[in-house]
């Protein structure tokens, strides 16, 4: 019987826009001890792995049942650095794996079953790559541009008048996980593959955390989801 999969959580100590944003407080825990805690609950990982640069992150992950085999380079910790590479970095250094996960650490939403079905439709597929996908809250398709002297015009025009129903079913990355087969990865080195199938989950789980009006938001939807019973 293969072994179990590992999960990967990038988690850098630079952030912008929100500082120190995956050890931030979110409804009494770090944030990224909420991605740890899933993960490891789901028992579809033999191990979960945080990929960082920073003691601090680092000491909170151990506190939560990550494993930190060692700190990332700096040269993937900084601005320019890609996902793809610091998990490419970060294979390199383990023993060999079928499967593995890349996990988000802003991702407090994700639920065990959101692993548990996942990695059930990579084996049953063959897919090279499952990613969380979700759909749009108003169809790009219908989306304005700014035009001349700032006027708004129809981006794409012949759509102006096509019912939303009728227009195709576009989704996004849902900026949770991808769990894919390593020997893709390392072939095609990068996470939306040849042969990528999505994993669908609610528009209201899937909160870009990248402000502080995006934190609270998130805050407060995943009370709601732990208090109406839907975590698990």
């Given amino acids: 019987m293969a072994s179990k999969p590992i999960c990967i959580i990038p988690a850098r100590g630079g952030s912008k826009r929100i500082p120190r944003k995956n050890i931030i407080a979110f409804n009494g825990k770090p944030l990224i001890a909420w991605s740890i805690e899933t993960a490891l609950k789901s028992e579809v990982f033999s191990k979960v792995i945080v990929s960082t ?10 506190e939560y049942g990550a494993e930190i085999p060692f700190l990332r380079e700096a040269d993937l910790a900084n601005d ?11 294979l390199k250094k383990l023993e060999q794996t079928e499967y ?7 991702a407090p939403l994700i639920s065990t079953d959101d692993f548990q079905q996942a990695y059930a439709k990579l084996i049953e597929t063959n897919a090279d790559c499952i ?19 700032g006027k708004l015009g129809f981006k794409w025009p012949e759509n102006a008048l096509t019912r939303s129903q009728d227009l195709p079913n576009l989704l996004h990355d849902a900026g949770a996980f991808y769990f894919f087969k390593t020997s893709a990865f390392k ?8 042969n990528t199938i999505g994993h669908s989950i ?3 789980r899937a909160v870009d955390i990248d402000t502080p009006e995006d934190l609270e938001f998130a805050k407060l939807l995943h009370k709601h989801m732990h208090n109406s019973g839907n975590a698990s």
């Fill in 187 to 194: 072939q095609q080195n990068k996470l939306v593959m040849k």
């Fill in 53 to 62: 640069d920073d003691e601090e992150i680092a000491n909170i992950a151990k």
């Fill in 100 to 106: 593995a996960c890349c996990l988000y650490p802003t």
């Fill in 80 to 90: 320019f650095a890609t996902t793809a590479e610091v998990i490419e970095g970060t």
């Fill in 202 to 204: 609610e528009r209201n």
């Fill in 131 to 149: 990613i969380t996908v979700t759909d749009y809250d108003f169809h790009p398709l219908r989306a304005f541009e700014i035009e001349t002297e």
